[in-house]
């Protein structure tokens, strides 16, 4: 099995934060989510467990991610945690009378990726009380997750991987790719299309399945269909083979 290259393609400037976690395999499933999206800055904030970056919950949780889980810094205060950040979002589900602006996910995301070379981090709260008022605070804006608003409840590590993703999405934008998934052949050049049109069109003029005299609509609606296959070369090919034989076959008399 070949191992993975390493994803260069994500700036490394943001931090991933889970105060007071109760459970390890949740700190393993994190490690594991924001490794799949290209990040691997995780600080823990007063974990349950003292051993958490080594319990066997998290370590089975984080799969093959258990470098990041060994790079995992454990502090005792959000004000350490949050040491060298320029901006921070605290992630919540919960209304709060006295707050700093909302960002959605996307929204969040978008703002981080703006500037990525600045410092930026997710909070988390722990999975049976969230976030204390004091520590939302001290972040710049809160991120909601828009759950179905009957059950809202998260996984925090699914919360994690959420904005794990959106924030991939907005580091890589147009860039994004996915070349060793499916198959993607080199689009065909304007010409190289008009050519498989006039190939085509004489074929069809040859079985006499088209009156060049009267052509109407089928011509212009072969030319639209192929525009909207956003043909390939070897689409383009494989059509110029099939006109081709056409012709040879119609030379010969059927």
Excluded: W
């Amino acid at each position: 099995m070949n191992t993975p290259s390493p994803d260069t393609s994500i700036q490394p400037s943001l931090r991933f934060v889970l105060v007071e976690t109760s459970h390890p395999g949740n700190i393993g499933a994190a490690a594991r989510a924001i490794k799949t999206m290209g990040f691997s800055d995780l600080v823990l904030v007063n974990p349950r467990f003292v051993d958490a970056t080594i319990h066997d919950e998290a370590i089975a949780f984080a799969s093959s991610a258990q470098d990041v889980l060994a790079a995992t810094r454990l502090v005792t205060g959000i004000d350490e945690a949050l040491e060298g950040c320029r901006f921070a979002a605290a992630v919540t589900s919960r209304p709060r009378e006295f707050s700093p602006p909302m960002l959605t996910a996307r929204g969040f995301a978008t703002e981080v990726a703006a500037t990525p070379y600045r410092p930026s981090a997710l909070v988390f709260g722990s999975e049976r009380y969230g976030l204390p008022n004091e520590i939302v605070e001290k972040c710049n804006a809160l991120v909601s997750i828009p759950a179905n608003p009957a059950y809202p409840s998260l996984n925090l590590a699914q919360a994690v991987q959420i904005l794990a993703y959106e924030c991939r999405l907005a580091y890589l934008g147009d860039s994004l790719t996915q070349t060793d998934v499916g198959f993607q052949g080199e689009r065909a050049s304007i010409a190289a299309v008009e050519g498989v049109y006039a190939h085509f069109e004489r074929a069809l003029t040859d079985i006499e399945f088209l009156n060049p005299h009267t052509p109407k609509k089928m011509m212009p609606r072969l030319r639209r269909l192929f525009a909207r296959a956003g043909l390939e070369v070897e689409e383009v090919n494989i059509l110029r083979g099939i006109a081709k034989q056409i012709l040879l076959k119609a030379d010969k008399g059927g």
